[in-house]
């Protein structure tokens, strides 16, 4: 095994040993509880609703290790079969980061939060502007005009969930993106396929799987 693949191997063995704490006694906003953060019923999901492990994904959409990441958890999702996926749409990197997410986000009215959410975390590189995020919704299949009335109509909502979002990871100190709270385990790193496998298999041993 070479160097860089067992630094990549101790690097998550030492990720998957720090469990997902309870949330800080400062944090007791209803917004940021362990319950929200598993349950808000607001947050796209995807998989198996009654799956076994969750998976909560703190996500930017110009983060390119949350979109080298993405292929291998979509991935994981449908080949497990037992993975209860929650979407958290995190947009700190930059201001089309939140355009990104609103699209995203407004897309979930009509049932295609996931059609755009791969089509955004499909583009290429970073500092994605958004003209170019526009391209890929309208490319993704997505009704544009069920769109843009749903960003109107639900604006409001789809702002107090990016809120939210940003209070739950505030109040598990992350420091940026993918973050990916896989059961009871704390994983802020770009995984691949077979880690993100040995992640659930983790959470699965450990008992605590939501």
Not at 59 to 80: G, I
Not at 104 to 119: E, F, I, N, P
Not at 171 to 184: I, N, Q
Request: hydrophobic share 45%; aromatic share 6%; charged share 25%.
């Amino acid at each position: 095994m070479s160097l860089n693949a067992n630094l990549a191997r101790l690097a998550l063995a030492a990720a998957l040993a720090l469990p997902l704490a309870s949330p800080p006694a400062w944090a007791e906003n209803a917004d940021t509880t362990r319950q929200m953060i598993l349950n808000d019923p607001a947050a796209p999901v995807a998989g198996n609703p009654k799956g076994d492990v969750t998976i909560v994904a703190f996500l930017d959409y110009n983060c390119p290790f949350c979109k080298k990441s993405a292929p291998s958890l979509e991935k994981l999702v449908k080949t497990d079969g037992k993975i209860r996926l929650v979407y958290k749409d995190w947009p700190i990197l930059t201001d089309a980061s939140l355009y990104g997410a609103r699209l995203a986000l407004a897309a979930k009215y009509q049932g295609k939060y996931g059609a755009v959410h791969d089509a955004l975390m499909g583009i290429p590189g970073r500092k994605i502007p958004e003209d170019k995020m526009l391209d890929a919704v309208k490319a993704s299949g997505v009704d544009m005009a069920r769109l843009d009335a749903d960003l109107k109509a639900h604006g409001s909502e789809i702002t107090a969930l990016i809120e939210r979002n940003k209070a739950q990871a505030e109040g598990l100190r992350l420091a940026g993106t993918p973050v990916y709270l896989v059961g009871p385990l704390f994983v802020a790193a770009a995984l691949d396929y077979e880690q993100f496998k040995q992640a659930v298999a983790q959470a699965r041993l450990r008992g605590d799987k939501s």
